[in-house]
């Protein structure tokens, strides 16, 4: 747009007719022949144009407009100055951001030569009108969907669905709402609503695109309701106790139920049954004890799932009668507990079978949680030497033998407190008490280590701590002394009469060596030098010093062969020995050594030479030690 500013030259003339008028009447004053007349000085330089611009709007003066070609700007008045040599027209062209682009024309009328004129220009520009963008809201309020009272304090947040964009997350507040202000991008918004104690609810928000300049809100009604529940709703059991007979349990009976992860409640019996209502989807936990120790505890988990929401379901707990040497007890974390254990009896067709009573000690806090323990115990007299590929038996191993084991359950269950195992003296009747006794344990009852829980014996009972469950077993241990000696051979010898030599390894000489084990001191005559008598004893050390080789040491026959060339006419001659080696297996019974000592024939080293035969008869057929060459026996 392009608009003419004309200024009149009045005042131009107005200033000629003045300067005629002076001059005319100066010069009326004075004759020639007075004053010398001076012609006038005329400028020789161009008119100066100096442009005032203010720049307005309809709401006043505009600051930091632009102004071209010029590249000027205005103030905070709305000002600027322009300034140029030389009349005609000036374009002046207006910029500024939310207002329309426009141009002005002003005419710079002419001037004599050194004049300057200031021309005043007013210029206005017009707003760009804007279009109120469409807004998008997100409004909600989530209340509880039982009581409808609001629930403040849950977050909220908000994913536009696939994509990264994320809203940041709210907090409802004590009317339960939130708000999601001028939303950036239209498009479905998945909601994720959070509470502690409630289940989470999920909503999609779908904002739809509208016109320029409206708003556009998405409500949303959310009820929240308990965590566990289905709108609410939840499950009860009814539990009925029934004795081994079918009829309900009436005595005192101790039940608790954990439902999902939340602490465990402790529900009266009453008449053998009880109603426990309130419970969440997921699993619930029972728990059953009998102050009855001939009755088994009772344990078991149930998911909620397979029934109906809302629904009574009826849950019969059926009681059992624990066992010889087999119990299950439910231990609470609060309450200290004894877990006798129905005694074991001896088999008297089983020879190292043994009756053996035991219980375990729980205090209170042993325990985090609600636990079913159970106890299988048994007693049999058993070789008990830790051996494996890696640590074979060697003449240096301890004799034992355990008499007592017990598998308790959980396995890996880790106690806060050490529980206490005690073992009743299964030789308390006779009166024979073992000095020391070793613990050990095994994760598959298979493979046994020793363990460094300490053993006391008090009042007829045998006592050690238990920090973790596994299989573990009381053993009889014995100190071992060793003694070696060695035992001359009579050996035979190889004639080579041919005519060839006979290579290594062909010829064959006989000789008699020894195999086997015996007695020295057996364990009747070391038990019987002590004072003691009692058959379950006798097994036991029997049992620990169980000969694996053949039970007594006799001869046998055995062939050997040169290990060196023997030529003809020449004679090898072989000598040989035998280590034997004797243990001493000392057990401590009654305060008492009980001494076992067991003689081994062991390893036979066989050595020898090769001479003359007429040299070996002039010798007169000696045999010694040593030589140029060895012979193997078989």
């Known amino acids: 747009m392009k608009k003419e500013v004309k200024h009149s030259g009045i005042g131009i003339n107005l200033m000629l007719l003045i300067t005629v008028f002076f001059g005319s009447l100066f010069s009326s004053c004075y004759t020639k022949d007075d004053v010398p007349v001076v012609p006038p000085t005329v400028s020789t330089d161009p008119a100066t144009y100096t442009v005032d611009i203010t720049v307005i709007s309809d709401k006043g003066a505009l600051e930091g407009v632009s102004i071209y070609p010029m590249n000027l700007t205005t103030n905070a008045s709305g000002k600027s100055t322009y300034t140029q040599t030389g009349s005609g027209n000036v374009v002046f062209s207006l910029v500024k951001e939310g207002y329309e682009n426009v141009s002005y024309t002003v005419s710079l009328p002419k001037a004599a030569n050194g004049e300057k004129v200031t021309v005043p220009a007013i210029f206005f520009m017009k707003a760009v009108k804007v279009e109120e963008p469409a807004v998008y809201n997100i409004l909600g309020k989530v209340f509880d969907g039982i009581t409808n009272e609001p629930i403040a304090g849950a977050k909220v947040n908000g994913t536009l669905r696939g994509s990264d964009v994320t809203l940041a997350e709210k907090t409802t507040d004590a009317d339960g709402t939130f708000a999601y202000t001028e939303v950036a991008e239209v498009g479905i918004y998945d909601i994720v609503i959070t509470k502690e104690g409630m289940n989470d609810v999920r909503y999609a928000a779908t904002l739809q695109q509208v016109s320029a300049g409206q708003v556009y809100n998405f409500n949303l009604e959310v009820p929240m309701y308990e965590k566990g529940t289905v709108e609410g709703k939840t499950y009860a059991l009814s539990c009925n106790i029934i004795d081994t007979d079918g009829t309900p349990y009436n005595k005192n009976v101790t039940l608790v139920y954990r439902n999902n992860d939340e602490e465990a409640v402790k529900m009266p019996v009453s008449s053998g049954s009880c109603m426990i209502s309130g419970l969440k989807t997921g699993t619930v936990t029972i728990f059953v004890k009998v102050a009855d120790s001939k009755y088994n505890g009772?344990?078991?988990?149930?998911?909620?799932?397979?029934?109906?929401?809302?629904?009574?379901?009826?849950?019969?707990?059926?009681?059992?009668?624990?066992?010889?040497?087999?119990?299950?007890?439910?231990?609470?974390?609060?309450?200290?507990?004894?877990?006798?254990?129905?005694?074991?009896?001896?088999?008297?067709?089983?020879?190292?079978?043994?009756?053996?009573?035991?219980?375990?000690?729980?205090?209170?806090?042993?325990?985090?949680?609600?636990?079913?323990?159970?106890?299988?115990?048994?007693?049999?007299?058993?070789?008990a030497v830790i051996a494996d590929e890696t640590t074979p038996i060697t003449d240096e191993t301890p004799a034992n033998a355990a008499f007592v084991t017990g598998e308790f359950l959980p396995n890996g269950l880790t106690f806060e407190k050490p529980i206490v195992w005690n073992v009743v003296n299964p030789f308390k009747e006779s009166g024979h008490v073992f000095d020391e006794l070793q613990m050990q344990y095994s994760v598959d009852g298979k493979v046994w280590s020793d363990v460094e829980n300490e053993v006391t014996y008090k009042n007829g009972v045998y006592s050690t701590e238990i920090h973790h469950f596994s299989s573990y077993r009381m053993?009889?241990?014995?100190?071992?002394?060793?003694?070696?000696?060695?035992?001359?051979?009579?050996?035979?010898?190889?004639?080579?009469?041919?005519?060839?030599?006979?290579?290594?390894?062909?010829?064959?000489?006989?000789y008699k060596a020894y195999k086997g084990s015996e007695y020295v001191i057996s364990v009747e005559d070391a038990l019987a030098a002590a004072g003691i008598s009692d058959a379950k004893i006798t097994i036991m050390l029997k049992k620990a010093v169980e000969m694996k080789q053949i039970a007594g040491i006799d001869s046998v026959n055995m062939t050997g062969t040169n290990d060196i060339e023997i030529i003809p006419g020449w004679i090898y001659i072989a000598t040989g020995k035998q280590q034997f080696v004797t243990k001493t297996y000392t057990f401590g019974i009654d305060g008492k050594e009980v001494k076992v000592v067991v003689r081994e024939a062991k390893a036979v080293v066989i050595s020898g030479r090769s001479e003359l035969y007429d040299q070996h008869h002039t010798h007169g057929g000696h045999i010694t030690e040593g030589?140029?060459?060895?012979?193997?026996?078989?």
């Open 475 to 510: 053993v009889v241990t014995s100190k071992v002394d060793t003694a070696t000696a060695s035992q001359a051979l009579t050996m035979g010898t190889i004639l080579n009469e041919g005519a060839k030599p006979i290579a290594k390894g062909e010829g064959k000489f006989s």
């Open 627 to 634: 030589g140029t060459g060895g012979g193997a026996g078989e």
């Open 298 to 383: 009772y344990a078991m988990t149930y998911d909620l799932s397979a029934f109906n929401i809302g629904t009574i379901i009826n849950l019969p707990v059926y009681l059992t009668l624990a066992e010889e040497g087999n119990v299950s007890e439910v231990v609470l974390p609060d309450e200290p507990t004894m877990i006798d254990v129905p005694e074991v009896v001896a088999d008297p067709e089983v020879e190292t079978s043994i009756a053996v009573k035991t219980d375990l000690n729980i205090p209170a806090g042993a325990l985090k949680e609600e636990t079913l323990i159970t106890a299988i115990v048994r007693g049999v007299i058993e070789n």
